[in-house]
Protein backbone atom coordinates (compact mmCIF):
# COMPACT_ATOMS: atom_id res chain seq x y z
CA UNK A 1 0.00 0.00 0.00
CA UNK A 2 1.28 3.93 -0.72
CA UNK A 3 2.38 5.55 2.04
CA UNK A 4 0.14 7.84 4.01
CA UNK A 5 1.30 11.69 4.46
CA UNK A 6 2.97 12.56 7.44
CA UNK A 7 1.38 15.91 9.15
CA UNK A 8 3.12 18.37 11.70
CA UNK A 9 0.65 20.59 12.63
CA UNK A 10 1.21 23.84 14.98
CA UNK A 11 -2.00 23.17 16.96
CA UNK A 12 -1.56 27.42 18.22
CA UNK A 13 -4.04 28.39 21.16
CA UNK A 14 -7.07 27.54 21.90
CA UNK A 15 -8.85 29.77 19.40
CA UNK A 16 -7.68 28.06 16.85
CA UNK A 17 -10.42 25.77 17.27
CA UNK A 18 -13.13 28.73 17.58
CA UNK A 19 -11.70 31.36 14.66
CA UNK A 20 -11.56 30.69 11.46
CA UNK A 21 -7.94 30.55 9.62
CA UNK A 22 -5.71 29.76 6.47
CA UNK A 23 -4.54 26.87 9.01
CA UNK A 24 -8.00 25.92 10.02
CA UNK A 25 -9.04 25.51 6.39
CA UNK A 26 -5.67 23.57 5.69
CA UNK A 27 -6.96 21.01 8.49
CA UNK A 28 -10.21 20.67 6.78
CA UNK A 29 -8.72 20.24 3.52
CA UNK A 30 -6.06 17.40 4.99
CA UNK A 31 -9.06 16.02 6.63
CA UNK A 32 -11.01 15.62 3.46
CA UNK A 33 -7.90 14.18 1.47
CA UNK A 34 -7.26 11.67 4.53
CA UNK A 35 -11.31 9.95 4.52
CA UNK A 36 -11.12 10.25 0.89
CA UNK A 37 -8.76 7.99 0.66
CA UNK A 38 -10.41 5.26 3.40
CA UNK A 39 -7.45 5.79 6.19
CA UNK A 40 -7.87 2.95 8.66
CA UNK A 41 -7.47 5.55 11.65
CA UNK A 42 -5.52 8.31 12.87
CA UNK A 43 -2.36 7.86 15.68
CA UNK A 44 -1.48 11.49 17.35
CA UNK A 45 1.28 12.67 19.61
CA UNK A 46 0.43 15.85 20.88
CA UNK A 47 2.17 18.71 23.18
CA UNK A 48 0.43 18.61 26.15
CA UNK A 49 0.69 14.72 27.60
CA UNK A 50 3.90 13.28 28.64
CA UNK A 51 4.81 9.90 30.66
CA UNK A 52 7.61 9.82 33.40
CA UNK A 53 10.61 7.42 33.06
CA UNK A 54 13.69 6.90 31.36
CA UNK A 55 12.35 4.69 28.32
CA UNK A 56 8.53 5.20 29.19
CA UNK A 57 5.58 6.13 26.73
CA UNK A 58 2.14 5.75 27.15
CA UNK A 59 -0.72 5.10 25.05
CA UNK A 60 -3.96 6.29 25.40
CA UNK A 61 -6.85 3.56 26.27
CA UNK A 62 -9.41 5.06 27.68
CA UNK A 63 -12.53 3.71 26.10
CA UNK A 64 -14.52 6.84 27.38
CA UNK A 65 -12.68 9.78 27.43
CA UNK A 66 -13.81 12.98 28.57
CA UNK A 67 -12.75 16.30 26.50
CA UNK A 68 -10.48 18.89 28.83
CA UNK A 69 -12.68 22.04 28.86
CA UNK A 70 -10.98 24.46 26.17
CA UNK A 71 -10.46 28.13 27.31
CA UNK A 72 -12.27 31.09 25.49
CA UNK A 73 -13.96 29.11 22.89
CA UNK A 74 -17.67 28.10 22.63
CA UNK A 75 -18.57 25.04 24.15
CA UNK A 76 -21.05 24.64 20.86
CA UNK A 77 -17.84 23.66 19.32
CA UNK A 78 -16.06 20.74 20.85
CA UNK A 79 -18.55 19.83 23.83
CA UNK A 80 -20.68 17.74 21.76
CA UNK A 81 -18.27 16.33 19.44
CA UNK A 82 -17.62 12.34 19.84
CA UNK A 83 -14.48 11.04 20.34
CA UNK A 84 -13.74 8.03 18.91
CA UNK A 85 -10.81 5.88 20.61
CA UNK A 86 -9.08 2.99 18.68
CA UNK A 87 -7.87 0.40 21.32
CA UNK A 88 -7.59 -2.32 19.21
CA UNK A 89 -5.07 0.10 17.29
CA UNK A 90 -3.50 1.27 20.72
CA UNK A 91 -2.82 -2.44 21.53
CA UNK A 92 -0.66 -2.24 18.36
CA UNK A 93 1.27 0.15 19.15
CA UNK A 94 1.78 -1.23 22.19
CA UNK A 95 2.72 -3.65 20.85
CA UNK A 96 4.71 -2.09 18.47
CA UNK A 97 6.94 -0.13 21.13
CA UNK A 98 7.56 -2.99 23.47
CA UNK A 99 8.75 -5.44 20.50
CA UNK A 100 11.56 -2.28 20.23
CA UNK A 101 12.01 -2.17 23.87
CA UNK A 102 10.69 0.71 24.80
CA UNK A 103 8.54 0.95 28.46
CA UNK A 104 5.51 1.25 26.79
CA UNK A 105 2.14 1.04 28.63
CA UNK A 106 -1.96 1.17 28.57
CA UNK A 107 -3.08 4.22 30.25
CA UNK A 108 -6.99 3.51 30.90
CA UNK A 109 -7.66 7.30 32.71
CA UNK A 110 -6.20 9.97 29.72
CA UNK A 111 -8.67 12.15 28.44
CA UNK A 112 -8.15 13.99 25.66
CA UNK A 113 -6.48 17.58 25.30
CA UNK A 114 -7.11 20.02 22.79
CA UNK A 115 -3.66 19.62 21.38
CA UNK A 116 -5.23 16.39 19.87
CA UNK A 117 -9.02 17.30 19.40
CA UNK A 118 -8.80 20.37 18.51
CA UNK A 119 -7.06 19.32 15.36
CA UNK A 120 -9.45 15.97 14.67
CA UNK A 121 -12.53 18.61 14.76
CA UNK A 122 -11.12 20.85 12.05
CA UNK A 123 -10.10 18.23 10.05
CA UNK A 124 -13.06 15.86 10.65
CA UNK A 125 -16.15 17.91 11.82
CA UNK A 126 -18.72 15.18 10.89
CA UNK A 127 -17.18 12.51 12.77
CA UNK A 128 -13.94 11.59 14.86
CA UNK A 129 -12.33 8.67 12.83
CA UNK A 130 -10.52 5.67 15.22
CA UNK A 131 -8.08 7.62 16.67
CA UNK A 132 -4.67 6.37 19.02
CA UNK A 133 -2.86 9.06 20.98
CA UNK A 134 0.69 8.22 22.01
CA UNK A 135 2.09 10.05 24.92
CA UNK A 136 5.92 11.60 25.08
CA UNK A 137 7.87 11.06 27.13
CA UNK A 138 8.66 13.63 29.77
CA UNK A 139 12.32 14.04 29.40
CA UNK A 140 12.00 16.05 26.15
CA UNK A 141 14.85 14.08 24.60
CA UNK A 142 14.78 14.91 20.69
CA UNK A 143 16.60 11.12 19.47
CA UNK A 144 14.44 9.32 21.25
CA UNK A 145 11.29 10.92 20.00
CA UNK A 146 12.10 10.44 16.53
CA UNK A 147 12.84 6.82 17.37
CA UNK A 148 9.68 6.40 18.75
CA UNK A 149 8.76 7.59 15.29
CA UNK A 150 10.31 5.68 13.46
CA UNK A 151 9.20 2.48 15.40
CA UNK A 152 5.29 3.53 14.35
CA UNK A 153 6.60 4.50 10.77
CA UNK A 154 5.55 1.02 9.33
CA UNK A 155 2.31 2.17 9.87
CA UNK A 156 1.72 4.28 7.50
CA UNK A 157 2.39 2.01 5.03
CA UNK A 158 -1.11 0.00 6.59
CA UNK A 159 -3.31 3.22 5.68
CA UNK A 160 -3.38 4.40 9.29
CA UNK A 161 -2.59 8.83 9.50
CA UNK A 162 -0.12 9.82 11.79
CA UNK A 163 0.13 13.79 12.95
CA UNK A 164 2.19 15.29 15.28
CA UNK A 165 0.70 18.25 17.05
CA UNK A 166 2.49 21.05 18.65
CA UNK A 167 4.02 24.41 17.50
CA UNK A 168 6.59 25.69 15.05
CA UNK A 169 7.19 28.80 17.34
CA UNK A 170 5.39 28.15 20.26
CA UNK A 171 6.74 30.27 23.65
CA UNK A 172 3.29 31.22 25.23
CA UNK A 173 6.16 33.81 27.60
CA UNK A 174 6.71 35.39 24.61
CA UNK A 175 3.26 35.91 23.48
CA UNK A 176 1.53 39.93 23.56
CA UNK A 177 -2.02 38.05 25.62
CA UNK A 178 -3.59 41.93 25.51
CA UNK A 179 -6.07 42.24 22.86
CA UNK A 180 -7.13 38.10 22.97
CA UNK A 181 -7.40 38.53 26.65
CA UNK A 182 -9.25 42.33 26.23
CA UNK A 183 -10.75 42.07 22.79
CA UNK A 184 -10.79 38.07 22.25
CA UNK A 185 -8.46 39.13 18.64
CA UNK A 186 -5.81 36.07 18.79
CA UNK A 187 -5.00 37.06 15.24
CA UNK A 188 -4.13 40.71 16.15
CA UNK A 189 -0.36 42.24 15.07
CA UNK A 190 -0.09 45.15 16.81
CA UNK A 191 3.50 44.66 16.23
CA UNK A 192 5.88 43.08 13.96
CA UNK A 193 7.13 39.37 15.53
CA UNK A 194 10.29 39.67 17.67
CA UNK A 195 13.36 38.69 15.28
CA UNK A 196 14.04 35.33 17.42
CA UNK A 197 10.88 34.28 16.34
CA UNK A 198 10.89 35.12 12.78
CA UNK A 199 14.40 33.69 12.36
CA UNK A 200 13.43 30.10 13.95
CA UNK A 201 10.27 30.30 12.16
CA UNK A 202 11.96 30.26 8.93
CA UNK A 203 14.65 27.48 9.87
CA UNK A 204 11.88 25.15 10.70
CA UNK A 205 10.40 25.80 6.77
CA UNK A 206 13.97 25.31 5.54
CA UNK A 207 14.61 21.85 7.24
CA UNK A 208 10.82 20.52 6.28
CA UNK A 209 10.79 21.44 2.81
CA UNK A 210 14.54 21.67 1.69
CA UNK A 211 14.76 18.25 3.16
CA UNK A 212 11.44 16.61 2.36
CA UNK A 213 10.86 12.78 3.86
CA UNK A 214 14.25 10.37 4.87
CA UNK A 215 17.24 10.99 6.74
CA UNK A 216 17.74 14.61 6.46
CA UNK A 217 14.37 15.71 7.74
CA UNK A 218 15.12 13.60 11.13
CA UNK A 219 18.46 14.81 11.29
CA UNK A 220 17.52 18.64 10.64
CA UNK A 221 14.42 18.68 12.86
CA UNK A 222 16.65 17.38 16.05
CA UNK A 223 19.53 19.55 15.29
CA UNK A 224 16.95 22.80 15.54
CA UNK A 225 16.71 22.27 19.39
CA UNK A 226 20.21 23.36 19.31
CA UNK A 227 19.36 26.75 17.17
CA UNK A 228 20.31 29.88 18.73
CA UNK A 229 16.93 31.44 18.60
CA UNK A 230 15.22 27.91 19.84
CA UNK A 231 14.64 29.11 23.82
CA UNK A 232 13.29 32.41 21.98
CA UNK A 233 10.75 30.57 20.17
CA UNK A 234 10.34 27.54 22.59
CA UNK A 235 10.27 28.48 26.70
CA UNK A 236 9.20 24.45 27.47
CA UNK A 237 10.30 22.07 25.05
CA UNK A 238 7.13 19.91 25.09
CA UNK A 239 5.63 21.74 21.97
CA UNK A 240 8.75 20.58 20.03
CA UNK A 241 8.91 16.62 20.45
CA UNK A 242 5.77 15.90 17.78
CA UNK A 243 8.11 17.42 15.28
CA UNK A 244 11.26 15.50 16.21
CA UNK A 245 8.39 12.41 16.29
CA UNK A 246 7.33 13.55 12.79
CA UNK A 247 10.81 13.38 11.17
CA UNK A 248 10.84 10.33 13.09
CA UNK A 249 8.45 8.19 11.09
CA UNK A 250 9.42 9.99 8.03
CA UNK A 251 12.86 8.60 8.31
CA UNK A 252 12.84 5.80 9.85
CA UNK A 253 16.22 4.11 11.25
CA UNK A 254 18.19 2.03 8.63
CA UNK A 255 15.52 2.36 6.03
CA UNK A 256 15.14 4.50 3.43
CA UNK A 257 11.30 4.22 3.44
CA UNK A 258 10.45 8.08 2.59
CA UNK A 259 13.14 9.32 1.39
CA UNK A 260 12.46 11.94 -1.47
CA UNK A 261 8.99 12.60 -0.27
CA UNK A 262 8.15 16.43 -0.88
CA UNK A 263 7.76 18.37 2.04
CA UNK A 264 5.36 21.44 2.18
CA UNK A 265 3.95 24.26 4.46
CA UNK A 266 0.29 24.26 3.31
CA UNK A 267 -0.76 26.94 5.88
CA UNK A 268 0.55 30.03 8.39
CA UNK A 269 -0.98 32.08 11.15
CA UNK A 270 0.57 34.34 13.94
CA UNK A 271 -1.66 34.83 16.79
CA UNK A 272 -0.21 37.34 20.28
CA UNK A 273 2.30 38.54 17.80
CA UNK A 274 4.68 36.15 18.40
CA UNK A 275 3.21 32.82 17.97
CA UNK A 276 3.64 30.94 14.59
CA UNK A 277 0.88 28.11 13.59
CA UNK A 278 2.88 26.71 10.70
CA UNK A 279 1.20 23.24 9.46
CA UNK A 280 3.42 20.92 7.56
CA UNK A 281 2.95 17.87 5.42
CA UNK A 282 4.88 15.43 4.56
CA UNK A 283 4.20 13.07 1.34
CA UNK A 284 0.95 13.25 -0.87
CA UNK A 285 -1.64 10.92 -1.28
CA UNK A 286 -2.03 9.74 -4.88
CA UNK A 287 -5.49 10.42 -4.87
CA UNK A 288 -6.21 14.08 -4.21
CA UNK A 289 -8.94 15.88 -3.26
CA UNK A 290 -10.03 19.01 -5.13
CA UNK A 291 -10.23 21.74 -2.52
CA UNK A 292 -13.41 23.68 -1.35
Known sequence: MPLTPVHFFSHGSTMMLGEESASATYWKKCGDAALANNIKGVVMMGAHWDARGTNRIDVSMNPTPTKSPVAYVHPSKYVDYKLNP???????????????????????????????????????????????????????????HAHIGSILAPLRSEGYLLIGTGGAVHNLYRNHWAQMLLHTDNFAQPSPPDDAML?????????????????????GVVRLMKHPSFRDAHGTDDHFMAACWVAGVCGADGSREGEGEEAILGAEDWEMVNMCNSQFTVGAWRKQVASH
Not at 97 to 120: C, M, P, Q
Not at 203 to 217: A, I, T, Y
Request: proline share 5%; with cysteine; net charge neutral.
Open 86 to 144: DLATGEKVLGMLKDKGVDARANESFDWIHDTYLILIRMFPSACPPATIVSMNARFDPHY
Open 199 to 219: EFRQSVEDVFVKNGGGRGLRR
